[in-house]
């Protein structure tokens, strides 16, 4: 079967109605609204390109936080999915933290409730739980501590007990599993269903078409799938090994917003993913229009119930506090270093 060549650059918020001076002109409101209401706007990586253009920092969950945790701004704009936007929230109590779109949930997160949790840890020996940040804020307020992909096999060793329970992403937690086999990890069934959509025949198939390519996967995919690859990373670990890499061709195994953005930072080298494209719906919601609404209108206030606030926000400071990811680690990633 011959495939061609899979370019993701074309952002898919530019289906030809939207001029370029529509765009331009979009951007400078945006930026004009912003600073009259002292705002940031922080745009995950798997964004459409036009949204991470007019972002203040640009980053993956980890980064994100940080960003959020260490702002003055009076106003985060989250160009993210939901738990993105609540975790800038718990970090920031007293500021304003808006979603351009509600529609913007994350699945995974949606696949565990705090009742699922509170019956799997009773099924677990009620042994310790570490959550993955992709979990809504109730969830972290029943969980000890929670995690990134970055992270969280340092997570994981930092507790001194045998046994754990990882949620929700079963991806993630085999991965973790794998490089800590003295612990044992009870997994939740939840899973991406962006990343599982790559199956171990699109990866043969885009192999045989770039033998020399170096297949790289984010561990929220299905093991089957990573156990394939020559490098399995967070999103900020692929983007670094992707820049410094001597190699110029790479098969990446993750969203295709994350593919688009190296594509055009590093457009000296080859950059692939699967087809039909690995692309979260959930991701792009936020568009220009709605980023400007949002800021101009107080549209879309992240708020958190009081009932599970302090418990949530503690998981995440936890976090910072466990492990060499603190808020203010020089050595960690500040997003892609070409961020118009
Ligand atoms: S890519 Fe997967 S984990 Fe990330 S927001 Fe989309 S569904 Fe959730």
């Known amino acids: 079967m011959v495939i061609e060549l899979v370019k993701t650059n074309q952002d898919p918020s530019l289906n030809g109605k939207k001029t370029l001076r529509d765009t331009d002109s979009l951007k400078n409101q945006i930026k004009e609204a912003a600073k009259k209401r002292n705002a940031i706007i922080l745009a995950h990586i798997y964004q459409r390109l036009e949204v991470q253009d007019i972002a203040d920092h640009v980053g993956d969950s980890l980064a994100l936080s940080r ?3 260490k702002t003055d701004a009076d106003v985060i704009i989250f160009c993210g999915v939901h738990f993105m936007a609540e975790t800038a929230k718990l970090l920031n109590p007293k500021k304003t933290v808006l979603l351009p779109d509600l529609q913007s949930g994350c699945p995974m997160a949606d696949m565990i409730s705090k009742d699922d949790l509170n019956d799997f840890k009773q099924e677990n020996n009620n042994a310790p739980v570490v959550c993955y940040i992709n979990s809504s804020a109730a969830v972290k307020a029943e969980s000890d501590v929670c995690c990134t992909s970055t992270n969280a096999v340092e997570v994981v060793k930092s507790f001194s ?3 754990l329970i990882f949620v929700p992403d079963k991806g993630l937690g085999v ?3 794998e490089q800590i086999p003295n612990k044992k990890l009870h997994i939740y069934d939840g899973f991406c269903p962006t990343h599982y959509q790559i199956t171990p025949k699109d990866v043969f198939i885009m192999r045989e078409k770039y033998p020399e390519a170096v297949v790289i996967a984010h561990p ?21 090994f992707v820049d410094k890499y001597e190699k110029n061709q790479f098969i990446i195994l993750s969203e295709q917003g994350l593919v688009a953005r190296m594509q055009r930072d590093m457009a000296h080298k080859t950059i ?3 087809f039909p494209l690995p692309l979260c719906p959930n991701m792009k919601y936020h568009k220009l229009e709605n980023v400007l609404s949002s800021i101009t209108e107080n549209k879309n206030v992240i708020e958190i119930d009081s ?19 603190g808020i203010n680690n020089k050595n960690l990633w500040e997003g892609p270093k070409r961020a118009t």
């Open 307 to 325: 009932r599970y606030f302090d418990r949530a926000a503690a998981t995440i400071h936890k976090m910072f506090e466990i492990t060499e990811s």
């Open 220 to 240: 929220e995919c299905d093991p089957e799938v990573w156990r394939l690859a020559d490098f399995v990373g967070s999103t900020s670990q692929i983007y670094k």
């Open 272 to 274: 692939v993913t699967t």
């Open 161 to 163: 007990a045998d046994e």
């Open 175 to 177: 991965w973790v599993q």
């Open 67 to 69: 960003f959020a945790a």
